[in-house]
C-alpha cells in the first residue's frame, strides 16, 4: 500500500503563485505515474497533471498548461506541483494521486489511479 501524503496550498491573489508537494511512503517501488487532480464544489474530479515516476514524462490538461509544472524529487520520493498565474477557476481541493499499473497513454481518468492523498485547499480569490 502506496501512502501519500499533500503539502502546500492554502490562499492566493489572482495572478500568484503555490506550491504543493505529495510525498510518497511504504511500497513506492511500485509507482509507475503521479498525478494531482482538483475538485471544485459542484463539480467532478478533473485530471490536472501528472508525471512517469521513472523517466519523468508530463502530461497537462489544457487549462493549467503553460501555467503549472509538474516535477519529481525521485530520492525523496516527492513530486512537486508549481502553480503560477493563478485564476479564480484554479480554485479546488488539490489531490495527489499514484499509479502502479503499466504505463500507457491514458492519464487523465480517476480510475486509473489507486492511491489518493487527502487532498488540500487552493484558493485564488479576485
Known amino acids: 500500500q502506496v501512502h501519500l501524503v499533500e503539502s502546500g496550498g492554502g490562499l492566493v491573489q489572482a495572478g500568484g503563485s503555490l506550491s504543493l508537494g505529495c510525498a510518497a511512503s511504504e511500497h513506492t517501488f511500485r509507482i509507475n505515474r503521479v498525478a494531482w487532480f482538483r475538485q471544485a464544489p459542484g463539480k467532478e474530479r478533473e485530471f490536472v497533471a501528472a508525471?512517469?515516476?521513472?523517466?519523468?514524462?508530463?502530461y497537462y490538461s489544457d487549462s493549467v498548461k503553460g501555467r503549472f509544472t509538474i516535477s519529481r524529487r525521485n530520492a525523496e520520493n516527492t513530486v512537486d506541483l508549481q502553480m503560477n498565474s493563478l485564476k479564480p477557476e484554479d480554485t479546488a481541493v488539490y489531490y495527489c494521486a499514484a499509479s502502479d499499473r503499466a504505463l500507457d497513454s491514458s492519464v487523465t481518468s480517476t480510475y486509473l489511479y489507486d492511491y489518493w492523498g487527502q487532498g488540500t485547499q487552493v484558493t485564488a480569490s479576485s
Open positions: 508525471i512517469n515516476w521513472s523517466e519523468g514524462s508530463t
